[in-house]
């Protein structure tokens, strides 16, 4: 009895002495990785010495983040080998620093992560010293230079109407290293903003440093105007512009014999009409929170009156939806159209139909010819970024991204 138990107990102690071990070896692998990064590629460096690092028996990958720690499996990690490793580890440092996590919101999560992981390797692609590639992380030359959000509209919209998705040419390609955040506290963010903003700087100093890399990065790190802020502001600016008036002096000043113009609201009733383009990768989920923030806005006044014009090649008059500020907000459906987009039609409809006094927003990954500034006050909510600078002589331009 007593040899029994000296042998299990000798046999426990070697199975902690082997975990341990492991652990050590994969510690010294990383370690070494490290110092790598510190002489390749120093802004990798700046995250990995400054970031959390846990082992732990990850659900689904070696190396998984929820944009402020990193947890890794030993176990998954020992089937990759030195050059894999480095790769991967990289990988994932490029998630927390693009912020992948956290701009996740309310996407499908799966989609989300296979968009992130393709906008991540085509950047690696770029750099030398980054270790080697293993052969389920794949390549989408058609995603090159594209936003993860871009990528995500084409996945989404490619999953939805079943033409396909990175699974069906890679089966492997299922991954999920991104633990979606939610609820961390304001502090938590700004350390790891202060962190990522320090391995910026890090990668501005570094002199070769990949001009698509240096681009997302600037995405990230530029101050954030989210859409409702800039929808508000601009709908406001629009329908209340004043005007001078001397019929109506600014009384203000009328004692010290100073007769000044007034101002009057040009406008009290709001009118407003969203150009839809129905070509573009956008869900129906996409759109009605669209809506809902125009709705939001509008409501704070008491008179309003929106008006959906859906358009591809032609304007589709037979689904038009208007509304007002007496109606509940209908569910409008997204339908897609014949896949080319013309604006000529738009414009003509525009000219021909409505007041000139109201505001238009197009909704548009804007490929489509345009050569004349349409006749009202404009905003572009362009889902491709590539399309925004030719648009700006027409209009005022921003990214769209709910």
């Not at 501005?204 to 001009?211: M, V």
Request: charge should be negative; charged fraction near 30%.
């Amino acid at each position: 009895m007593r040899v029994w138990h000296y042998m299990k107990l000798l046999k426990n102690g070697w199975k902690s002495m082997v975990t341990t071990s492991s652990k050590e070896v994969l510690q010294k692998r990383l370690e070494k990785i490290r110092v790598q990064f510190l002489f390749d590629h120093p802004f990798l460096s700046v995250l990995a010495l400054s970031l959390p690092m846990h082992f732990q028996e990850n659900p689904y990958e070696a190396f998984e983040t929820n944009g402020m720690a990193i947890f890794v499996d030993e176990t998954k990690v020992g089937t990759l080998d030195d050059p894999q490793l480095k790769y991967m580890y990289a990988h994932l440092l490029l998630h927390i620093l693009l912020k992948h996590p956290f701009r996740m919101n309310d996407r499908e999560k799966g989609t989300w992560n296979r968009s992130c992981d393709i906008v991540i390797n085509l950047l690696l692609d770029d750099f030398e010293r980054i270790g080697e590639r293993p052969d389920d992380e794949v390549l989408f030359e058609k995603f090159r230079d594209k936003s993860v959000e871009e990528v995500y509209y084409a996945l989404y919209d490619e999953k939805k109407e079943h033409e396909g998705t990175p699974d069906d040419e890679n089966p492997k390609e299922q991954k999920y290293d991104l633990i979606e955040n939610k609820g961390d506290t304001e502090a938590a963010r700004e350390e790891i903003d202060a962190i990522i903003v320090q391995a910026m700087g890090a990668a501005q100093k570094q002199g070769n440093i990949p001009a698509s890399f240096l681009e997302s990065i600037h995405e990230v790190i530029r101050p954030k105007i989210d859409l409702a802020t800039l929808l508000h502001t601009y709908l406001t600016e629009s329908f209340f512009d004043k005007k001078s008036n001397f019929m109506r002096p600014n009384r203000r000043f009328i004692h010290q014999g100073l007769y000044l113009p007034g101002y009057v609201q040009e406008e009290s009733r709001l009118v407003l009409t969203i150009a839809l383009d129905r070509s573009m990768s956008i869900d129906h989920q996409t759109f009605s929170k669209f809506l809902g923030i125009i709705d939001a806005i509008l409501r704070v006044s008491t008179d309003f009156e929106v008006m959906v014009v859906p358009f591809d090649d032609e304007v589709d008059t037979d689904k038009i939806v208007s509304y007002d500020a007496m109606d509940i907000r209908p569910e409008i459906q997204f339908e897609k159209g014949n896949g080319g987009t013309e604006f000529k039609p738009l414009l003509k409809y525009l000219t021909n139909t409505l007041e000139l006094h109201r505001t238009l927003i197009v909704l548009s990954d804007g490929f489509f010819k345009i050569d004349q500034a349409p006749p009202l006050n404009t905003l572009f909510l362009i889902s491709q970024k590539k399309n925004m600078k030719r648009l700006e002589p027409y209009g005022d331009v921003f990214y769209f991204d709910i």
